[in-house]
Nanobody, 115 residues
């Protein structure tokens, strides 16, 4: 079992920055992929960034060059640095940890970008 708690969300003007953090606890040894998902209002959740146990990263086209995902070696923390925020980045951001046959989710943190 893995427990995830996100923090760092809030309200920001377009062009601003936020840093989201995800604290993980529990049995992390089999986790091989960590990610951040974005759920805009009234829409489905979508992957914005992921990082493997080995440190390889992947980004959605919509956030490339603006967002950076990182984690510590122990996989206890995953961060999402969000720069040059746009109105369409508004929504709930969820942390996800993946192991074979299991996905773990945090409760989400709200990000609101205003003009």
């Amino acid at each position: 079992q893995v427990d995830l708690v996100e923090s760092g969300g809030g309200s920001v003007q377009a062009g601003g920055s936020l840093r989201l953090a995800c604290a993980a606890s529990g049995n992390l040894w089999s986790i091989h992929l960590m990610g951040w998902y974005h759920q805009p209002p009234g829409k489905q959740r979508e992957l914005v960034a992921s990082v493997t146990r080995g440190g390889a990263t992947n980004y959605a086209d919509s956030v490339k060059g603006r967002f950076t995902i990182s984690s510590d070696n122990a996989k206890k923390w995953v961060y999402l640095q969000m720069n040059s925020l746009k109105l369409e980045d508004t929504g709930v951001y969820y942390c996800n940890y993946h192991e074979y046959r299991n996905d773990y989710w945090g409760q989400g943190t709200q990000v609101t970008v205003s003009s």
